[in-house]
């Protein structure tokens, strides 16, 4: 009898440590899944920022674009004014340079 006694505490012993080994088991599932979907939102952040960085992209060439016409037609307007007989004297490079990067900055927001 005393036999059948001292094995009734291993049985619970046992059925604890089941128990506690079931938890750990869950809990290395619940921590797999965890990194799953961390690893899925990381995913769909790099997504995200990959086509923010081709729209940026595609609107910095537009703006470029832009101011390349804008600087084409400044100077197009400044060499018919200088064949102006009345233009007076011919403007310095430096000038032009400036007026260009001004008229630039001004199509894009930037700063001259």
Do not use: Y
């Amino acid at each position: 009898m005393q036999d059948r006694h001292s094995s009734t505490p291993a049985v619970g012993v046992d059925a604890a440590f089941n128990r506690v080994l079931a938890a750990e088991a869950q809990a290395r599932a619940a921590i797999e899944r965890c990194r799953q979907q961390a690893a899925g939102r990381v995913a769909a952040a790099e997504r995200e920022a990959r086509a923010i960085a081709r729209r940026a992209e595609r609107r910095i060439q537009a703006a470029h674009r832009i101011a390349d016409r804008g600087i084409a037609r400044a100077l197009t307007d400044l060499a018919a004014a200088g064949d102006d007989a009345n233009a007076g004297p011919t403007p310095d490079a430096a000038v032009v340079d400036a007026l260009a990067a001004a008229l630039a900055a001004e199509l894009t927001g930037g700063d001259a």
